[in-house]
């Protein structure tokens, strides 16, 4: 291999890393009698945790499944767009108003629907989160070590200092707020900002999916789903690589779990965020004892391995957590330019290609799943598909600023939250906001 060429792996290896790293960053959504596990019998998208909202958090519900009750635009036209003078990680939620809302650095924003105009900004000094709306439609949103509550206009209701940096929050069925931290701190807060109880473990720990019954299940590093009971006991950890080193200087959430999505049988299902063992300084770590495939496990509700997938491709270091379709099948995101169709035994039924591979690295999240079948994906090339049930492209949208060098070489679009007349959302890393739908013919 000649220097040149070698030099031209490191350099691809390492633009590849900081893409990672801006997914770990963002990694991580009306009425009718209830499934198991907070899926609604009756097409209204409604969860027990998120009654009348409509997309209150990412990927849907408590089960992170990404499922709409609506069925998202057949073309991809660009109803509008906001500029929020700022970059952001954040994915966008559906206020309970209809307000689409999202972090930015430093600030927290509302969005009008119909109009793309801003409704209110509230400031947060470090960059916000991805957010969490509650039943009576308070806002939840983490910047640096703060925990944020908002009301629906976006008023101060109290602060939470974790004294460590914050995952975005997440929150139960009862109201009660979780919330994970860099450094492996999960705390439980009420809805008037008081700690319920807090927990810990060895690594950076990402704020829960959780089930119908309360049951918290957080994924953490390294390479560990833990599970706790809705007063913080901790009832079983997963390892699936086993006792793995913890390393200093790595990225922030990296070797981790991603964070789970829930079936409606039970079934706890998460992907992974693995590195190729290179520190944020650029330093290259000996011996390092982390696998660099990345997997979707598929894990019981006492926590045992029922199934692990592993797509073969090279640069698949990064497998997302899957969303789940109404029959069950889950479409997972990755890290090789792919989406992946794979059945609820851990086969794969088709595989979906962006085309960038021979390009660019980009990174393609979960879809978000309309009720009709057709999936929405982002890309971290500042690109959105829409893919029928099959796995064939029916549209693509492509941003014109594919690349900030300041964030990794990526331009994140974000999975994007489906409104009720069927808009999508979806939010741009250099700080705009898009609303994609069907535009009415001309009169």
């Known amino acids: 291999m000649s220097l040149k060429s070698g030099g031209r792996r490191v350099f691809t290896t390492i633009a590849l890393l900081l893409a990672l790293v801006m997914v770990m960053a963002l990694a991580v959504g009306c009425g009718g009698e209830k499934e198991e596990n907070g899926d609604s019998k009756a097409d209204n998208g409604k969860t027990e945790s998120t009654v009348a909202l409509t997309w209150p958090m990412g990927y849907q519900n408590n089960n992170r499944n990404g499922r709409s009750a ?22 966008a939620v559906i206020g309970k108003d209809g307000n689409v809302i999202a972090g930015f650095e430093g600030k927290v924003v509302a969005v009008n629907p119909a109009d793309g105009t801003a409704a209110w900004e509230f400031p947060t000094g470090a960059s916000a989160s991805t957010c969490v709306v509650g039943e009576d439609g308070s806002i939840y949103a983490s910047a640096g070590n703060s925990v944020y509550a908002l009301s629906s206009k976006g008023e101060e209701k109290w602060s939470y200092d974790m004294g460590v940096e914050a995952d975005e929050p997440a929150i139960g069925p009862d109201g009660t707020v979780y919330v994970g931290s860099v450094g492996g701190k999960l705390v439980a807060l009420s809805g008037d900002g008081e700690l319920k109880w807090e927990a810990s473990v060895p690594g950076d720990i990402r704020s829960p999916a959780v089930d119908k019954s309360g049951n918290l299940y957080c994924s953490a590093a390294p390479l560990v789903m833990y599970a706790f009971d809705k007063s913080g ?18 990225f922030t959430w990296a070797n981790t779990l991603d964070v789970p999505s829930i079936g409606d049988d039970g079934t706890i299902y998460a992907g992974t965020f693995v590195t190729p063992g290179i520190k944020q300084g650029g330093e290259q770590i000996p011996d390092y004892a982390i696998p660099l495939e990345g997997k979707i496990y598929a894990i019981t509700a006492d926590g045992q391995l029922k199934w692990e997938y592993v797509p073969p491709y090279e640069r698949s270091w990064t497998i997302h957590t899957p969303s789940i379709g109404s029959d069950g099948t889950l479409y997972a995101g990755t890290s090789c330019w792919r989406v992946l169709a794979i ?21 393609i999240y979960s879809p978000s799943i309309g009720k009709d079948g057709l999936l929405y994906a982002a890309t971290t090339s500042a690109k959105v598909f829409c893919i029928t049930p099959e796995g064939t492209e029916k549209w693509r949208f492509a941003a ?43 009169q």
């Open 343 to 363: 059945s609820t035994e851990g086969t794969l039924i088709w595989e979906f290609s962006t085309g960038e591979g021979e390009t660019v690295c980009p990174s």
């Open 70 to 91: 609506v069925s998202g635009p057949g073309t991809a036209d660009v109803l509008w767009t906001l500029e929020a003078g700022a970059q952001t990680r954040s994915w």
């Open 233 to 250: 006991e901790q009832k079983w950890a997963f390892k699936p690589a086993g006792d793995l080193p913890l390393y200093e200087g790595m």
């Open 400 to 442: 014109e600023e594919p690349w900030l060098p300041n964030y990794g070489g990526s331009n994140n679009f974000t999975p994007p939250p489906i409104a009720e007349d069927g808009t999508l959302f979806s939010v741009l890393a250099q700080g705009r906001i898009y609303a994609f739908g069907t535009a009415a013919a001309p």
